[in-house]
C-alpha cells in the first residue's frame, strides 16, 4: 500500500518559517520524481516546489528565493523548508510522488494534504 504522509502544518506568524515533512511507504522512493502543491482558499492547486531523481530542483514563481525542497532517500522523506512566510502562503500542503514509465506511462501519488495557516 502506497502511502504519502505529510507532517509539520500548523499555525505560524507572517514572517516566520516552518519545514514540511513527507514520509513516503510502499514505493521506490529514489526513483520518484517529488514535489509539493498547494492550494489555497478559492484557488486552482499550484506547484511550489519539485525535485527530481537526482536532486534537480524547481520552485513556483510565488514562492521562489523563499523555500528550499530537499529529499533524503535513506528515510524516503522529502522535506520543504519555508521562510519569510507571507498571509498569501496560507494553504493545504500536498505531497506528490511521480515515476515516468516511459511510453507516455506513469505512477503517481498524493499526500492527504497538511494545512498551513500564516496569521499576521
Known amino acids: 500500500q502506497v502511502q504519502l504522509v505529510e507532517f509539520g502544518g500548523g499555525l505560524v506568524q507572517a514572517g516566520g518559517s516552518l519545514q514540511l515533512s513527507c514520509v513516503a511507504s510502499?514505493?521506490?522512493?529514489?526513483?520518484?520524481?517529488m514535489a509539493w502543491y498547494r492550494q489555497r482558499p478559492g484557488k486552482e492547486r499550484e506547484m511550489v516546489a519539485t525535485i527530481g531523481t537526482g536532486g534537480n530542483s524547481n520552485y513556483g514563481a510565488a514562492v521562489k528565493g523563499r523555500v528550499t525542497i530537499s529529499r533524503d532517500n535513506n528515510g524516503n522523506t522529502v522535506y520543504l523548508q519555508m521562510n519569510s512566510l507571507k498571509l498569501e502562503d496560507t494553504a493545504v500542503y500536498y505531497c506528490?510522488?511521480?515515476?515516468?514509465?516511459?511510453?507516455?506511462?506513469?505512477?503517481?501519488?498524493w499526500g492527504q494534504g497538511t494545512q498551513v495557516t500564516v496569521s499576521s
Open positions: 506528490y510522488g511521480v515515476r515516468f514509465l516511459g511510453l507516455g506511462n506513469k505512477l503517481d501519488y
Open positions: 510502499g514505493i521506490i522512493f529514489n526513483a520518484y520524481n
